[in-house]
């Protein structure tokens, strides 16, 4: 099983949608968990950690079930600035915690 | 906002010559890392880098590569002996405390021909 598992879509999806984006992990990426954003031929960047208890930072919400070792990222009313590729990562559970990226899901707003 | 750095943006070079690929992390980070992402597939761990030694690496860090922080504020990869398969974006990264958020500079595309 791949350590961080992806859709990789595309999803297209008109402006002012609710798009969600799933992920499942295996033990060895259970450390902690986050949502990055990459735009083509950038770096990733933070969007957001995603905490058991489940998130939100305005338009954005992350959710974690570690019984289903399952993570979730629900974006509303979707903005044409929200298209890029969602990247799943988890910290790995042993060393200096490595970053373990998935293969992203790529999502494009259109007007 | 501190940022980390990295130069060159691209590099080109010949099958089995030796690069060198260079990172400024943000200042008062302690953690540093290498990650290179294959065009089209995922961001892949290389090595991390805490009080001056090399503190995990990845499969894909075999003996043609090494990292080193030669002063107080550079962290570089050299790759010995460039193959065709190691043309990919290199991104350094560095983190405050182990287990903080780990900020990604802009990346270096090298290509090997």
């Known amino acids: 099983r791949k350590e961080v598992e992806q859709d990789p879509g595309p999803f297209n999806v008109p402006e002012g949608a609710t798009v969600a984006f799933n992920c499942t992990y295996s033990?060895?990426?259970?450390?902690?968990f986050f949502w990055y954003r990459q735009d083509c031929r950038k770096e990733p960047k933070l969007l957001m950690s995603?905490?058991?208890s489940g998130n939100e930072d305005g338009r954005f919400t992350a959710q974690l079930n570690r019984a289903s070792q399952y993570i979730s990222l629900l974006i509303r009313d979707s903005k044409l600035s929200d298209s890029a590729t969602y990247l799943c990562?988890?910290?790995?559970?042993?060393?200096?915690?490595?970053?373990?990226f998935g293969a992203g899901t790529r999502l494009a707003v259109h007007p | 906002e501190p940022e980390v750095t990295q130069t060159p943006s691209h590099q080109v070079t010949q099958m089995g010559q030796e690069v060198i690929l260079r990172c400024v992390p943000i200042?008062?980070?302690?953690?540093f890392y290498w990650y290179r992402q294959i065009l089209g597939q995922k961001v892949e761990f290389l090595v991390s880098?805490?009080?001056?030694?090399?503190?995990?690496k990845s499969e894909i860090f075999d003996d043609q590569f090494s990292v080193e922080r030669p002063d107080g504020s550079n962290f570089t990869l050299k790759i010995r002996s460039t193959k065709l398969e190691d043309s990919a974006m290199y991104f350094c990264?560095?983190?405050?405390?182990?287990?903080?958020?780990?900020?990604f500079g802009p990346g270096t595309r090298l290509l090997v021909l």
């Open positions: 990264a560095s983190s405050g405390q182990r287990g903080e958020t780990q900020y």
């Open positions: 033990n060895s990426a259970s450390q902690s």
């Open positions: 995603v905490y058991s």
């Open positions: 990562v988890g910290r790995g559970s042993g060393g200096y915690n490595k970053l373990i």
């Open positions: 200042s008062n980070h302690l953690y």
């Open positions: 880098f805490y009080n001056n030694e090399i503190s995990e």
